[in-house]
């Protein structure tokens, strides 16, 4: 059973920059890929980037290429979303996810995943 827990929503300008974290426990990560997700109301989860735990290979969607990067500290069990450049567009709540064994082609399925953090709020407005 692996928890995860997020941190470092808030509410930014447009431009702005926000650093996401999702600290994860009671499990082993090597198998793991580790993906932010984020919804707004109405809207579907929407697959935004992912971190392949036994390499950290990484994944993003095409919408945040340029401006949202992952990484991870591994003695920390932790991975991070540093997000620049926000736009409104960009404002959701943001989850960190885990699922084992994921291909790059399955990353955006929110049903490969096992386990959900309980999300962050990133809200974007001048």
């Known amino acids: 059973q692996v928890q995860l827990v997020e941190a470092g929503g808030g509410s930014v300008q447009p431009g702005g920059s926000l650093t996401l974290s999702c600290a994860a426990s009671g499990g082993t990560l090597s198998d793991y890929t580790l993906s932010w997700f984020r919804r707004v109301p109405g809207k579907e989860r929407e697959f935004v980037a992912g971190?392949?735990?036994?390499?950290?290979?990484?994944s993003r969607a095409d919408s945040v290429k340029g401006r949202f990067t992952s990484s991870r500290d591994k003695p920390k069990n932790t991975i991070y979303l540093q997000m620049r450049n926000l736009h409104s567009a960009d404002a959701a709540v943001y989850y960190c996810?885990?699922?084992?064994?994921?291909?790059?082609?399955?990353?955006?399925?929110?049903?490969?995943?096992?386990?959900w953090g309980q999300g962050t709020q990133v809200t974007v407005s001048s």
């Open positions: 971190l392949r735990w036994r390499d950290g290979h990484t």
């Open positions: 996810a885990a699922g084992p064994r994921l291909i790059v082609s399955s990353l955006p399925r929110p049903s490969g995943y096992h386990y």
